[in-house]
């Protein structure tokens, strides 16, 4: 005898309906579209992947890049270059006889790799024949790049030295 309410015998296999199906196909793209938020959130939120603001003007730039490189390395300067976790920039250059290299204006800039965020500008002043020093705020461990340009009044407003680095700070 069965109980009054059951019309379902013990075991039997339940029947799919449409809106079963349904509920399983608003479950699943309710999932789908959720990660996709997530993930979507999270990558607006982090680095943007800009590289380079200007990629096609420095892309056509690119040569006289390359020219003004070689004339550097003709140049044959040598430079000594130390930071601090206190701040302190000092830089050393000498020609390739030995002998320091005056009078020129060095403006850049100091900053972590990943982000521009935390870049500081930074101009060197020459204390001594051919040593340029500059102070800035105390640096955290890790890593920055450093960038450096010099301008002599020789040669006008065009670099005749360029510096860039990739330096790790410790404590």
């Known amino acids: 005898m069965s109980s009054p309410?059951?019309?379902?015998a013990v075991g039997a296999p339940r029947e799919l309906k449409g809106r079963h199906v349904l509920f399983m196909l608003i479950a699943f793209f309710g999932v789908v579209f959720s990660v996709n938020g997530v993930f979507l959130t999270r990558a607006l939120q982090t680095h943007t992947g800009i590289v380079s603001v200007e990629p096609y003007v420095k892309g056509l730039k690119y040569n006289e890049r390359i020219a003004a490189g070689e004339r550097?390395?003709?140049l044959g300067w040598r430079e000594t270059l130390s930071i601090g976790v206190d701040?302190?920039?000092a830089l050393a250059i000498e020609d390739d006889g030995g002998r320091p290299v005056r009078g020129l204006k060095f403006d850049g800039s100091i900053g972590r790799p990943s982000t521009s965020s935390r870049d500081r500008a930074v101009a060197l002043v020459e204390t001594d024949p051919?040593?340029?020093?500059a102070q800035t705020a105390s640096l955290d461990e890790g890593t920055w790049v450093v960038a450096f340009e010099a301008t002599s009044s020789d040669h006008g407003t065009e670099p005749v030295y360029r510096l860039r680095?990739?330096?790790w700070l410790k404590r």
């Open 87 to 89: 701040g302190a920039i």
């Open 5 to 8: 309410g059951r019309d379902v």
């Open 130 to 133: 051919g040593r340029y020093v």
């Open 72 to 74: 550097q390395a003709k």
């Open 165 to 167: 680095r990739r330096i």
